[in-house]
């Protein structure tokens, strides 16, 4: 008899494949929570403060609590994700200890380390870290990440960064498939990737593990878009939760990510949501305040 085996990269990206085409919110509490599985969330993120408001609060943003982290969970059916500071070993295995679906190693919380992100082929639970291009999404996927985000620019209801992080991941892969093989590790060191991994790339055209978009996602026709560009699913953020009909929107952006190639019914699903979350111009803000520029 075999022995059964958990935590392996192979079931670690499997589970993360589940989640393709769908959304992922998130939420603040049991019933945003609620609100997001009723409308068709594949799962939701569980954080003390929307982008939005660690923005707006200034301060140093942390792991939540673990009581609000497991009412949560007993909330919900849907996988539940958790948000851990970029290099802090220890909330991580406090989180996989509650018993998170998925950790989000993430630059919207304060990093607790300035030079090292967290090795997560240590870890049986999943790992999502955000990327700004290639180089940095293959790095966090060497460290054992089992699903690459966008950053954008999390909390300001902008879309600009994450096309512009999309744009960039996708063009860099189509620039490496040109690409001669006897130039791969040349390619490899400038990206200060993982030469295998560059391989894979090169093989494929697509990263080894899941591409979502993050950072910004305001309406069903950002999230939409984001699908056009060639992501494989959305995180939601302030977008829905920071707007005047939460239920509504969550469900439109929902049905928006399913049916992005259908303008008529992205044109019925937009109509009379009521007001969008406020957005922030990102010319705006000064550079201690984008939140894209944290990780490396």
Known sequence: MSEQQTGTPQIKQGFAEMFKGGVIMDVVTADQARIAEA??????????????????????????????????????SIPVMAKVRIGHVVEAQILQALGVDFIDESEVLTPADEQFHILKSDFAVPFVC????????????????SMIRTKGEAGTGNVVEAVR??????????????????????????????????????????????????????TPADAALMMYLGLDGVFVGSGIFK??????????????????????LLAEISEDLGAPMTGINIDDLIPAERLAARGW
């Not at 189509?174 to 200060?192: F, G, H, K, N, Y």
């Not at 707007?243 to 008529?264: F, M």
């Open 243 to 264: 707007s005047s009909n939460p239920e509504r929107r969550a469900q439109a952006i929902v049905k928006a990510v399913t049916h992005y190639q259908n303008p008529d």
């Open 165 to 218: 992080h999309a744009r960039t991941v996708l063009g860099e892969i189509r620039a490496i498939q040109a690409r001669p093989a006897e130039e791969l590790m040349t390619v490899a060191r400038d990206l200060q990737a993982p030469y295998e991994l560059v391989k894979y790339v090169h093989a494929n055209g697509k990263l080894p593990v899941v591409n979502f978009a993050a950072g910004g996602v305001a």
């Open 130 to 145: 955000g990327a700004k291009n290639l180089g940095e999404a293959l790095r966090r996927v060497g460290e054992g990440a």
């Open 39 to 76: 409308a068709g969330a594949t799962a939701v993120m569980a954080l003390e403060r929307v982008p939005a408001d660690i923005r707006k609060d200034g301060g140093v943003a942390r792991m939540s609590d673990p009581k609000m982290i497991k009412e949560i969970i007993g909330a919900v």
